[in-house]
């Protein structure tokens, strides 16, 4: 099983609001990412958790504050948002961080009014 | 010059076909390759890895070529259901993966 879920799978939220996307994954990964992909174009990456410890944070902005609270979650806090940041936010995860297959989960589309 | 360029396309080709789709990187330190599918408002889905030696699966034949820094990816006899933006992705050390900007296939009856 392959299988990476995120929640919601929509999302609209007004520049004030706090929010949070949620992703799980219960295969045993040791790597989850977050990935933001606008209209098209490819996935950018934002940020890399290996063993549920921050290890790249391709300097992001602070309104975006990842989370990992266990091995099998990993959560984006958005906070403060621009209608810029609307996208599709990507959760994927892979079984170790270094040269291993990357699993995605089917995205939240979200929308920054 | 991009990390990772593909021609976007898009292809049209018509059913039974076979086309293929180039892509070069310019990270010389890259260690490993794939070919990932992505259909509209989808994720991206892992096609295959590319290998030096070439590898097959099915219908797909993917190829590096290490010393020109180029990935090739065949698709024979194409159906219908291939149409989508096919995507060459690079992992720099680390396994940070960067991606190229893709190329749409659309196959017709």
């Known amino acids: 099983d392959t299988e990476v879920t995120q929640t919601p799978k929509h999302l609209v939220m007004g520049m004030t609001n706090k929010k949070s996307l949620k992703c799980e994954q219960h295969?045993?990964?040791?790597?989850m990412y977050w990935y933001k992909q606008k209209a098209k174009k490819p996935p950018e990456l934002m940020f890399v958790y290996s063993y549920e410890k921050l290890s790249i944070n391709e300097s992001v902005p602070s309104r975006f504050s990842p989370e990992c609270p266990n091995s099998s979650l990993l959560n984006l806090h958005l906070h403060a948002l621009q209608p810029e940041d609307s996208a599709l936010y990507l959760c994927?995860?892979?079984?170790?961080?270094?040269?291993?297959?990357?699993?995605f989960g089917p995205g939240t589309r979200l929308t920054v009014l | 010059r991009k990390e990772v360029e593909q021609d976007p396309g898009p292809f049209n080709v018509p059913e039974g076909a076979t086309v293929a789709f180039n892509c070069t990187y310019s990270?010389?330190?890259?260690?490993?390759f794939f070919w990932y599918r992505q259909d509209c408002r989808k994720e991206p889905k892992l096609l295959m890895s590319v290998y030096s030696s070439g590898n097959e699966d099915g219908r797909f034949t993917a190829q590096l070529n290490r010393a020109s820094q180029y990935i090739s990816l065949l698709i024979r006899d194409s159906k219908l259901s291939d149409s989508a933006t096919y995507l060459c992705v690079v992992n720099r050390a680390g396994n940070m993966l960067t991606f190229g900007g893709g190329t749409r296939l659309m196959v017709k009856p």
């Open positions: 994927a995860s892979s079984q170790a961080w270094d040269t291993d297959t990357q699993y």
């Open positions: 990270n010389s330190a890259s260690q490993s």
């Open positions: 295969m045993g990964h040791r790597a």
